[in-house]
């Protein structure tokens, strides 16, 4: 898979259909990750692994007790397939492609068109890493080293600045007024992220309150 670039993009579940085949572990780790970002979620699956099956009684999850069916693709924005048997995984790729839906099958590469990075999330933010399916355990190790370098003090950041976007579009004509306002906040000094560590994030806001004095149209 290493000649294979892949194009990275954030996707929004929310109100959308995503579909697991398959009730395991597997399956509920993938059903975690979906649930997370707000997905609606189908499993179909003839058993489900107890963590499931108590998602499915409180009504977080759809549950299809049964086999699946390429019918179950209808409507679906996303199917994972984690199920133990390698014809039905091909089957789900199959229909998937032909719809020319989302389709991931856990840990199979040549069935998936899209792939799964491991992702570093701190409220807004989230940094994900992929190594093209050359090695999950380096892509692994580099989340928990990445999560140190880029903590708490970048999604506080992060906030506040979504906060002023508001203004920024009302008030600043142009793409390049508003880019010269925000880079002279998060690349002038003092350096916000440095306040936000030592506890002063009023001081940042007074960064923002100046620059919006100094940036507004006279
Ligand atoms: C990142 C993460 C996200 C997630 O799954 O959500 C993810 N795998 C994770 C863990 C992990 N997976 C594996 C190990 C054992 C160590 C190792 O093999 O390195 C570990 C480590 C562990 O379990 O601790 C085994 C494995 N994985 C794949 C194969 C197939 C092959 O190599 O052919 C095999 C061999 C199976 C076998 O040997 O039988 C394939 C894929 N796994 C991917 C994603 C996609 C590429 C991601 C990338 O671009 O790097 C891709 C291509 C497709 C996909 O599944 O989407 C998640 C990190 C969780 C986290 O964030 O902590
Ligand atoms: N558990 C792990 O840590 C792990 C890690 C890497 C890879 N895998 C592989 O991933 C796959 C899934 O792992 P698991 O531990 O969740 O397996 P599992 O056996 O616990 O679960 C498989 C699920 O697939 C369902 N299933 C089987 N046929 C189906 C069909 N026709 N339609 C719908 N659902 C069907 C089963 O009912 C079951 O709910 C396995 O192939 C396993 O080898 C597992």
């Not at 597997?26 to 499993?43: F, I, N, Q, R, S």
């Not at 920024?168 to 000094?189: C, H, M, W």
Request: glycine share 8%; charged share 25%; with cysteine.
């Amino acid at each position: 898979m290493l000649d294979t670039p892949f194009y990275i993009a954030c996707l929004k579940l929310r109100g959308r259909r995503s579909l697991v085949v398959g009730g395991g572990d597997v399956g509920l780790e993938k059903v975690e990750g979906l649930l997370a970002c707000d997905g609606d979620v189908t499993v179909v699956a003839p058993d489900l692994q107890p963590e499931l099956r108590r998602l499915a009684d409180e009504g977080s999850i759809e549950w299809i007790a049964r086999k699946y069916e390429p019918s179950d693709l209808e409507g679906t924005f996303m199917v994972i397939a984690a199920t133990n048997d390698s014809e039905v995984n091909i089957g789900v790729y199959d229909d998937a492609e032909k719809r020319a839906m989302l389709v991931n099958v856990v840990d199979v590469p040549p069935l998936c068109n899209f792939i799964l990075p491991a992702i570093v999330r701190t409220g807004p933010l989230a940094i994900a890493i992929s190594t093209a399916g050359a090695s999950p355990a380096l892509a692994k190790r580099m989340k928990h080293e990445i999560s140190q370098l880029f903590g708490e003090e970048y999604a506080r950041l992060a906030i506040i600045l979504n906060d002023a976007r508001g203004w920024a579009k009302a008030t600043l004509p142009t793409y390049q007024d508003r880019k010269e306002f925000f880079e002279s906040i998060v690349n002038g000094a003092p350096d916000p992220i440095e306040l936000i560590r030592a506890g002063d994030e009023r001081a940042v806001l007074d960064i923002v309150a100046a620059a919006q004095r100094t940036h507004a149209p006279a």
